[in-house]
């Protein structure tokens, strides 16, 4: 029996196949008498416990899957919501091994690894009607808030009062949810992703908030008229890296750390928010970086270059913009880190008598341990606490701190 492909999907839910009795009204084959035909097909759960093998090869019209899913499968990244850990991940890994049982797939497992997301969550708000709960979509209502944020008192806009159903996870039956396309229309899409990537990790709840919408739309427009002003002086000049010193130098180092630590973040840590927290505060950096000089130019050309190539895959749309203005037609590359970059002659470390910080100390970033120690206890702030002491141990971690214990 074919499905009939003229149906009608109602708000309510349910099989549109129910509501035409055309289909489930016929007569049994068998004894000619009235009949009913099955209106409930397979359940959702039944396909997308298989269709990732099916991605693989979506235009096969005579099988399940062909070997494209051998080549791509097992997937490499599942990211899903916490009520997928019981019902869709169990019912696809019984569907893998069952098709690998028959032959069809040769991979045990379907996936490699898994990031559950957190949920979205947001305010909710209701009135009595007829002795019952009508949720009122928060777009609808205008709040007072306390000192500290919290939500006091709520109205719908034409003043009619309702409840505070507190922070509920965003859902059809709350009418909580907040319509993307109405925030797009207002700060554009690169906007709602970048506060929706900066809110909070993927694996943590997201609280909504309009002022942290309002934020990110700050930071952008930040960022155009940064690199706005830099195209304005004109021409930037070839860079010389193995040329620069003192500030330039740190500069330059942080943009290539900042490289290696975002790549960090979102290739093994897939933790987007601290990507773009490290790209904010090299945006911090460049924006009180001296411009006049022609080199400083050109190290903030870099600069720039480099925070528009780390947020081009987050907020593709004005980065992309902003990459073409700077001169770059082509495809852009994610950046790769300058292991001279990242070179130092001084590194500074943290100076500790019995575990308690008492100072800092700038020390030959290749110094030896017994270097470090030496410099350590000829230290004022180290001397300060522990005369009359009787040196116990000197615990050096090389790059990072000297730790003298003394009693």
């Not at 002022?211 to 930071?219: D, L, P, T």
């Not at 290696?260 to 790209?279: C, E, K, P, S």
């Not at 895959?313 to 300058?338: K, N, S, Y």
Request: charged share 25%.
């Amino acid at each position: 029996m074919v499905l009939p492909e003229e149906v009608q999907f109602t708000e309510g839910g349910g099989s549109p196949l129910k509501q035409m009795p055309e289909f489930y009204r016929t007569t049994c084959p068998r004894c000619g008498a009235g009949a009913e035909r099955e209106t409930d097909t397979f359940d959702t759960f039944f396909e997308s416990s298989w269709y990732h093998a099916r991605f693989c090869c979506p235009d096969n019209d005579r099988a399940m899957v062909d070997g494209r899913a051998d080549y791509w499968l097992p997937v490499d990244q599942y990211v899903g919501g916490i009520e997928h850990a019981v019902l869709h991940l169990l019912y696809a890994r019984f569907f893998h091994k069952l098709m690998r049982d028959e032959g069809l797939v040769h991979s045990d497992e379907p996936f490699t690894r898994l990031l559950t997301q957190g949920m979205v969550v947001a305010e909710s708000y209701y009135r009595i009607e007829e002795g019952r709960q009508v949720w009122i979509n928060p777009a609808e209502v205008e709040v007072e808030r306390d000192g500290k944020g919290r939500v006091v008192a709520a109205r719908t806009r034409d003043g009619r009062p309702v409840e505070i159903g507190g922070v509920q996870k965003m859902s059809k039956s709350k009418n909580n949810g907040i319509d993307p396309q109405a925030l797009i229309d207002r700060h554009g899409a690169d906007t709602v992703r970048l506060f929706t990537m900066f809110a909070a990790p993927p694996d943590a709840t997201l609280e909504w908030s309009d002022a942290g919408v309002e934020g990110a739309s700050r930071f952008l427009r930040r960022l155009w008229r940064l690199v706005a002003a830099h195209l304005e002086r004109g021409p930037v000049p070839e860079p010389d890296p193995e040329g620069l010193e003192g500030d330039r130098a740190a500069l330059r180092r942080q943009i290539h750390e900042t490289i290696v630590r975002v790549n960090d973040d979102i290739g093994r840590r897939y933790t987007f928010n601290t990507a773009i927290a490290r790209v904010m505060e090299l945006v911090n950096t460049l924006s009180r970086a001296p411009a006049e000089d022609g080199q400083d130019r050109a190290l903030l050309q870099e600069g720039l270059e480099t925070v528009l190539l780390l947020l081009a895959p987050i907020v593709p749309h004005i980065t992309t913009e902003l990459l073409a203005r700077l001169g770059h037609a082509d495809e852009p590359r994610w950046p790769q880190a300058d292991p001279a970059a990242l070179k130092q002659e001084t590194v500074e470390i943290v100076l500790q008598v019995n575990g308690k910080l008492r100072g800092h100390l700038e020390v030959p970033a290749d110094a030896p341990r017994e270097e470090l120690e030496r410099l350590a206890l000829a230290a004022p702030a180290v001397q300060r606490f522990t005369e009359g002491l009787t040196l116990r141990k000197v615990v050096v971690v090389p790059g990072r701190l000297v730790n003298v214990v003394a009693s």
